[in-house]
């Protein structure tokens, strides 16, 4: 009987695949993800595929895995004709196969010293992790992020001050535990919900843990609205906030400080004492129960988006917390309306990358023509004020009225620049307004220009034969670069053909071949390996970017072969590479730049 002719059905009992059916030999399918196959060339045996791995099994025996037990328990051949099947002249009989799964049982109980936490009380977490099963799992691991508001009193935690256990290994049978303590440090609604995992046969498995529910709510309720979140020029709105102590037994301290954004002026406020640059303060007890609304009425001299604040800082019961809140108001101009506009959409750029910068007015008015307009734009760390200014502004007009272009400085941290554009005009009855706008963009440091890929025929050649080096760049600027770039070696090497030096210019993210060039390596060459160093000098860097590629001969064991990067900004003319003299390379790499430099300029 021929294998392809037999036919196959899977039995089942609790806690083993369900599926089940006769299948023909050849035939596929599927459970649990795991891809099975059958097949063979006789009888009294099959060939079983589970996955991508194929067993034996004769009639009557079984096959043991780390997760499963497969087993040939039946056939239909010789003379079971309910399990036959006739197809283009052929008999195909059946035979039967079971899979019994094997899954770890690791079970884990996290319980709480109270069920409701309360503010400033502790909280201890006792977790136990126990092993019911017949099989010994690894590297188990329980972790728990612990959000703002709470403190890790005692306990397991990692240099995040989260809660971190782990074992190397839990045996059948066998129960572990520990312990963890946490405070509520400030009033907080949150879920804490760890995650636990182990594997077993290199496969990780997951036990989800239910969450629990850590919250305190504050005996501090704070409202705080605005009259309008939009206001026009001139226009009056009023901020208001109210405090209440819910607490029904204990006074609560409260310190409360709020600020009018620049251009803003008072118009009167309420239960509160005003303070340098434009803030405005509160210090109040507030017994049991007791609530009192506070307000800043006010006008507005500048266009855009500006933020009012509230800080409160409360004491309650010997437990200190703050909060912070934030409203935001815009100013609609609605006669000259001011932008910034940049040439790029991106919020953040690099060093050397160039933006520009317009800034607009536009009168919306229908009917008024503006006079006296002038203005300025500035950034504090780029350029000084560029001024402008004109006689009149006619209505449903948008004006183009600065245009600067900047090139950002290359810097060693981040740092944000800022673009202010203000300024003023009239109306034609005389009466003058001010518009203001400003926006910032991030600048980060270049860490690098280019990358540079080293390939050597062979990978690892012998001593008194020859390798060919292959060398690619690839530009990672964020701007257009031009280049020089040339290979340095130990003078023992012969160069034999190639060149090993080259000039050009790349756009962003292009990548281009550099140069191949073959070295001789002497039979009595006595290094165990070769480093060629690759140098790239960018127009406008003050140094070259280096790169270090190591060869290996055959038969040596292989060192360094990820390629490394080396950083510029500290390279003196007074070091060296593989034996010779930095000062004389660079010498003829300066000379070379200064030959093209000027095709740039």
């Known amino acids: 009987m021929k294998w ?15 599926g089940g059916g006769w299948y023909y030999a050849g035939d596929t399918f599927t459970e649990d993800g795991i891809l099975y196959s059958v097949d063979g060339s006789d009888y009294d045996k099959v060939l079983f595929g589970a996955g991508k ?21 039946d056939t239909a051949y010789p003379d079971d004709e309910s399990k036959v099947k006739y197809a283009s002249g052929h008999k195909y009989y059946a035979y039967s196969i079971t899979i019994n799964t094997f899954t770890p049982e690791i079970i884990v109980t996290r319980t709480a010293s109270v ?5 400033g009380k502790d909280v201890t977490f006792t977790v136990k992790i126990e092993n019911e099963g017949d099989f010994s799992v690894e590297n188990v691991s329980y972790f728990e992020a612990i959000p703002e508001g709470l403190r890790v009193l005692s306990g397991p935690t990692n240099v995040n001050g989260s809660i971190s256990y782990k074992l190397k290994a839990l045996p059948i049978r066998k129960l572990d535990q520990f312990e963890y303590t946490i405070k509520a440090v400030d009033y907080a609604s949150t879920s804490l919900t760890p995650s636990f995992a182990y594997f077993y046969a290199g496969k990780e498995f997951t036990v989800t843990i239910p969450a629990y529910s850590f ?30 102590n819910k607490d029904s037994t204990e006074d609560l301290l409260v310190k409360a400080t709020t600020k009018l954004p620049e251009g803003f002026k008072r118009k009167e406020v309420q ?43 409360s004491t309650i019961n010997g437990f200190s917390f703050e909060k912070h809140y934030v409203d935001t108001i815009t100013a609609k101009a609605d006669k000259l309306n001011p932008d910034i506009k940049f040439s790029s959409t991106r919020s953040s750029f690099r060093g050397g990358e160039k933006l520009t910068i317009q800034a607009t007015l536009e009168n919306v008015n229908k009917i008024t023509t503006f006079k006296n307009i002038n203005g300025y734009l500035n950034s504090p760390d780029l350029f000084e004020n560029v001024n402008f200014e004109h006689e009149s502004f006619p209505p449903e007009k948008k004006f183009t009225e600065i245009e600067k272009a900047v090139v950002f400085p290359l810097a060693n941290e981040t ?3 800022r673009f202010l554009f203000k300024g003023e005009y009239a109306t034609p009855s005389g009466e003058i307004y001010t518009y203001a706008t400003e926006k910032s963009v991030t600048v980060d440091p270049v860490k690098e220009e280019v990358q540079i890929t080293t390939t050597f025929t062979p990978e690892h050649p012998e001593k008194g034969k020859n390798v060919t080096v292959n060398v690619n760049i690839k530009n990672v600027f964020g701007e257009y670069i031009s280049y020089s770039a040339h290979d340095s070696f130990d003078i023992d090497l012969i160069k034999i053909g190639g060149i090993n030096f080259a000039e050009g210019s790349l756009e962003r993210d292009q990548g281009a071949a550099l140069y191949t060039y073959q070295l001789e390596i002497p039979e009595n060459y006595t290094e165990s390996e070769i480093n060629l160093t690759t140098s790239v000098l960018v127009k406008g860097d003050p ?27 500290n390279t003196t003319a007074t070091q060296t590479t593989d034996g010779v003299d930095e000062e004389n390379k660079q010498g003829f790499f300066t000379k070379l730049w200064s030959t093209i430099k000027g095709w740039f300029e």
């Open 271 to 313: 239960g509160l004492a005003p303070a340098d640059n434009n803030k405005y303060t509160l210090e109040k007890t507030f017994t049991p129960g007791e609530e009192a609304t506070y307000s800043l009425t006010y006008t507005t001299e500048y266009s855009g988006n500006s933020e009012i604040p509230l800080d409160i800082f």
């Open 53 to 73: 791995t194929s067993y034996i099994i004769p009639l009557g025996e079984c096959v043991k895995t780390a997760f499963a037990e497969y087993c040939y328990s």
């Open 415 to 417: 740092k944000n620049y």
């Open 4 to 18: 392809w002719m037999l036919f196959v059905t899977l039995i089942f009992v609790p806690s083993v695949f369900a």
């Open 543 to 569: 140094s070259p970017f280096k790169f270090i590629k190591t060869i290996t001969f055959t038969g040596v064991e292989t060192q360094q072969q990820e390629q490394t990067n080396v950083t510029t900004q």
């Open 215 to 244: 919250i305190i709510d504050t005996p501090l309720e704070v409202t705080h609205t605005l009259s309008s979140s939009t206001l026009n020029l001139g226009e009056e709105g009023t901020y208001t906030f109210t405090i209440k």
């Open 115 to 119: 069920a409701t936490p309360e503010f």
